[in-house]
Nanobody
Framework: QVQLVESGGGLVQAGGSLRLSCAAS????????MAWFRQAPGKEREFVAA????????YYADSVKGRFTISRDNAKNTVYLQMNSLKPEDTAAYYC?????????????????WGQGTQVTVSS
């Protein structure tokens, strides 16, 4: 059974940077898509970024395009989210998800395994 563990969240001032990590264990192949979603209090979970299995394709939400970068290291079974120029509206719990399919999706229901989340708080 695959498990995902996120890390790297914290408190940062507006304009600052953070790098989130999501480590997958329990699966030896890397042919799966991964994504980051976030959920702020009182709001629905929203798509942030996704990457296909060989990092040949990425998707971003318009709200983070140009500021966030998703990447992966298949040798380490780890996906990263580099977040620059952070804004207070980026404050949320960030979750990584695994999609066993080959198509890249912005839909959270395509992702069958989730981590426990890591909190990102951006102060103004």
């Amino acid at each position: 059974q695959v498990q995902l563990v996120e890390s790297g969240g914290g408190l940062v001032q507006a304009g600052g940077s953070l790098r989130l990590s999501c480590a997958a264990s329990g699966r030896t192949d890397s042919k799966y898509a991964m994504a980051w979603f976030r959920q702020a209090p009182g709001k629905e979970r929203e798509f942030v970024a996704a990457i296909n299995w060989n990092a040949g394709m990425t998707y971003y939400a318009d709200s983070v395009k140009g500021r966030f970068t998703i990447s992966r290291d298949n040798a380490k079974n780890t996906v990263y989210l580099q977040m620059n120029s952070l804004k207070p509206e980026d404050t949320a719990a960030y979750y990584c998800g695994l999609d066993p399919g080959v198509a890249l999706s912005r839909n959270q229901y395509s992702y069958t395994t989730w981590g426990q989340g890591t909190q990102v708080t951006v102060s103004s």
